[in-house]
Nanobody
Framework: VQLQASGGGLVQPGGSLRLSCAAS??????MNWFRQAPGKDREFVIG????????YYSESVKGRFTISRDNAKNTGYLQMNSLKPEDTAVYYC??????WGQGTLVTVSS
């Protein structure tokens, strides 16, 4: 599976951003998003079952982030709302946690 993440950028606190992760190659069961802030370990953010759309979240983003998928485009989306400075990180998408995208930087700052 090859993954291509996109959509990162600079956004003000309270703002929104949508990340995309386009998948190609083999099938997979789940797409997850992780993030790694400077000086910190990579952490799980949110995920979705590719077959039935079941979603699961970390408590730190519950109510602010949502994940969706477009099976026809084989693309996953991470919608981030009410962004906080502590959401600043490189965001990675992963398929079954075996295949990883290249990461996209999200910076939340005024």
């Amino acid at each position: 599976v090859q993954l291509q993440a996109s959509g990162g950028g600079l956004v003000q606190p309270g703002g929104s951003l949508r990340l995309s992760c386009a998948a190609s190659g083999s099938t997979f069961y789940a797409m997850n998003w992780f993030r790694q802030a400077p000086g910190k370990d990579r952490e799980f953010v949110i995920g979705i079952s590719w077959s039935d759309g079941t979603t699961y979240y970390s408590e730190s983003v519950k109510g602010r982030f949502t994940i969706s998928r477009d099976n026809a485009k084989n693309t996953g989306y991470l919608q981030m709302n009410s962004l906080k400075p502590e959401d600043t990180a490189v965001y990675y998408c992963a398929a079954d946690n075996d295949y990883w995208g290249q990461g996209t930087l999200v910076t939340v700052s005024s």
